[in-house]
């Protein structure tokens, strides 16, 4: 896959995410239910969590270094991880946690612009300098779960927000 092809979606992609986000009151952004008893700013959250993986694992493979994984989130299923996760990430402000999305967002598209195209489409994980995660299969395709695929996961959670939020008005 071409990089700029995958930027330009992920930059699509994060703008539509962000216009439907900027939708929400922020009262509403903190209030439980959003996906089960996450709030959207708990999703918010999650995404930032991944996006930040994923752009440290490529830095430091990028610097000649190993992968880094949390000992405390080996082994763990995605529903495990992921439950870990919200409790680390859920007492965090609105304020700091969109902060900590833009954040993340810019360091990702960072790490992934710091790639050769060979890099990119490279499926060695960067000549195993890559978590076990990304070997095997191009280092897009690892990148799209935890990039543009990740908003359009939860962008249907988010349209049964907004459409609440329109019938609240009502």
Known sequence: MDKQAFL??????????????????????????????WSLKDVIAHIAVYEEWTANEIQ??????????????????DDERNARLYEQQRRRTLTDTLAF???????????IQ???????????????RLHS???????????VGNAYEH?????????TWLDGQAEAGK
């Open 8 to 37: 330009d979606t992920l930059h699509g992609e994060r703008a539509q995410w962000d216009a439907q986000v900027a939708q929400i009151d922020e009262e509403r952004m903190t209030r439980p239910g959003f996906a089960g008893k």
């Open 151 to 159: 908003y359009r996961e939860h962008a249907p959670d988010l349209k």
């Open 60 to 77: 430091r493979a990028l610097r000649g270094e190993q992968p880094e994984w949390d000992p405390e989130l080996t082994g763990l299923s």
């Open 101 to 111: 999305s833009r954040r993340t967002y810019q360091q990702l598209i960072e790490a």
């Open 133 to 143: 995660f990304w070997v095997g299969r191009p280092l897009w395709e690892g990148l």
């Open 114 to 128: 710091a790639l050769s195209n060979e890099e990119f489409n490279s499926t060695d994980g960067l000549g195993g």
